[in-house]
């Protein structure tokens, strides 16, 4: 049965949580790793969800990626949707990866304006 608006917004809390606790996990772990965010752009919380692992700078984001960041990022943010009870499989759609950096040099820092431009870059 598919869940109703409360429920939605209750699962939405918890990812709120798990996802913290993979934050400050990654901020001891990845050199150069700030903060996440997650966004459900104009779909409706899960479809649209989308969680961006930002970093400092582009080289860091870029030696991150090298040294297996992505497998990092999937995995502690399956572990966080998989502790919300929400579908394994949306992880297959909903991680990006950005820099602080970039969003000051294309956006003056406007983090909103960044995170709707990566959305609609990647569809």
């Known amino acids: ?11 939405e809390r918890q990812l709120v949580v798990a996802l913290t606790e993979a934050c400050e996990a990654a901020k001891t772990e990845i050199p150069g790793f700030c903060w996440l965010t ?9 479809a649209g969800l989308r969680v961006t692992w930002i970093f400092d700078t582009r080289a860091n984001l870029e030696q991150a990626l090298v040294d297996g960041l992505k497998k990092h990022a999937r995995l502690r943010t399956l572990e966080a949707i998989e502790q919300t009870g929400l ?7 909903c991680l990006q990866f950005d820099s602080e950096e970039a969003c000051t040099n294309s956006q003056k820092g ?12 990647r569809h």
């Open 1 to 11: 049965m598919k869940p109703n608006k409360r429920e939605l917004k209750h699962m």
């Open 38 to 46: 997650h966004d459900n752009g104009v779909n409706q919380f899960p």
């Open 87 to 93: 579908d394994p499989g949306l992880i297959s759609s």
């Open 110 to 121: 406007n983090w909103l304006a960044r995170l709707t431009q990566l959305r609609r870059t």
